[in-house]
């Protein structure tokens, strides 16, 4: 079966993506065409990028990133959920993109973004162009999140009914062109 990894894209203390991961979490468990699996780029403790070589030669001299290179590998699709920082991603997650290569490649992405003002959605533009250069297919549907709107005094995440369907429309394109990409994978 599929497996599609939620990808919580911030490590910083207090966050709130935890709650929109386990939400994403939650809602794709009730499905029956993929397993989902919460990963937290804050798991695996990377330094920024050390490798002494391209990540296009998967030759990893790290024992940290032949770790986050394992867990990419055995995903075969992600959702990321990615807060807004000055217009655009976290570090920590662009940091976590650029430490491996081929392990994205041929693989679907869906975006959830959120953050102040315009939701999350330049951070999400901008990590589109991002997947794209590491050969991740983006799908069409996003999700934006409002930490005035989605959220209790900035705190507690509270998706609506508008989200779910949303949401669900996003799942589905991501296992959908995960399992048509599957051939390309195995080539």
Known sequence: ?????????????????????????????????ADVE???????????????????????????TRAWAAKVAEL??????????????????????????NEW?????????????VSGARAVDHLRHIAGAVQLAAVHTQLHLSLQADFEQFTTFKPTERHEATLQQLLTEVITWTDALAPLRQA
């Open 105 to 117: 490649n041929n693989k679907a992405a869906g975006f959830v973004g959120y953050g102040s003002n």
């Open 76 to 101: 075969d699709g992600f959702v990321f959920v990615t807060p807004e920082y000055n217009r655009s991603i976290p570090a920590a997650l662009k940091n976590a993109i650029d430490f491996v290569y």
């Open 1 to 33: 079966m599929t497996t599609i990894g939620i990808i919580l894209g911030s490590t910083r203390p207090g966050r709130v993506g935890p709650q929109i991961a386990e939400w994403i979490q939650k809602t794709a468990d009730a499905r029956e065409d």
């Open 38 to 64: 919460l990963v937290d780029i804050a798991d695996y403790a990377l330094p920024l990028f050390d490798e002494p070589r391209t990540p296009r030669m998967g030759a990893y001299e790290h024992d940290h």
